[in-house]
């Protein structure tokens, strides 16, 4: 198998690579990664906590030289690479960079919110692990993304990564609650218990750095919060996580 150090391919045609995170023990869990941020993202939910990596025409700030120079440095001491924006499969080209990650020896995990469930479709099989946001129940998934047929596309990308967990692959959904959210979410958890879903996580929304969220735990939102995870996870999940 080649190397990062044999192989010197050039940039993936028009990546646009908004940050690098050396380390990362939290992006996957149970593996230390470094991370990259794709940029560009179509959805404008309210509680984004990177809503600098929504403008799609927004230039790159590290480019993909940088990347290859990190892994070649990091060989032998990360699990993996983790690719997350903004939307990491708005970019074509993050399939090039996939299958070269992982020509050089590493293990790839992927972020998305199943924006283009085609691309995800072509990543799949070049992956080894996926978390997918679900981001609220069918009727409300429009309106909490702020795009229109947002349902439908994260349905379908549901759907491809359930079929790619069937086969093998690692997998976590996962759902950001912010205040407000609480009923919506419960619903939400049934729904996916109910397509297949067995390992779930709730993320609880954080203010700093979106544009929208004023309050990420007003009073009583706390408590609502921890009724919430655990309807959701007398549910029957096989592996529920709360963070």
């Given at each position: ?25 939290v ?60 939307e ?22 992927l ?54 967990a ?5 997998y976590?959904?996962?759902t ?20 297949g ?47």
């Amino acid at each position: 198998m080649p190397t990062a150090a044999t192989r010197d391919p050039a940039d993936p045609a028009g990546l646009v690579i908004a940050g690098i995170v050396p380390f990362s023990t939290v992006d996957w869990p149970g593996h230390l990664v470094a991370t990259v941020f794709l940029q560009g993202c179509p959805w404008r939910c309210s509680y984004c906590h990177n809503p600098d990596l929504q403008e799609a025409r927004a230039p790159g700030s590290h480019t993909w030289q940088e990347v290859l120079a990190l892994l070649r440095s990091r060989s032998g001491m990360l699990d993996g690479v983790v690719l997350t924006g903004g939307e990491p499969t708005r970019q074509a080209a993050a399939l090039e960079a996939v299958r070269w990650i992982r020509a050089a020896g590493f293990a790839v995990g992927l972020h998305t919110a199943g924006a283009y469930p085609a691309r995800l479709a072509a990543l799949l099989p070049h992956l080894d692990w996926v978390g997918l946001d679900m981001k609220a129940s069918a009727g409300c998934y429009d309106r909490v993304a702020g795009a229109a047929n947002a349902a439908r596309r994260a349905t379908a990308s549901l759907t491809l990564v359930l079929q790619a967990a069937a086969a093998g692959l690692d997998y976590e959904v996962r759902t950001t609650v912010a205040p407000g959210m609480a009923e919506d979410t419960l619903e939400l958890a049934r729904e996916l218990h109910a397509a297949g879903v067995r390992h779930y996580a709730l993320q609880q929304a954080r203010a700093e750095g979106t544009l929208h969220l004023r309050e990420a735990h007003p009073p009583g939102w706390d408590e609502e919060f921890a009724a919430l995870a655990e309807q959701v996870g007398a549910l029957g999940f096989e592996k529920f996580t709360v963070r």
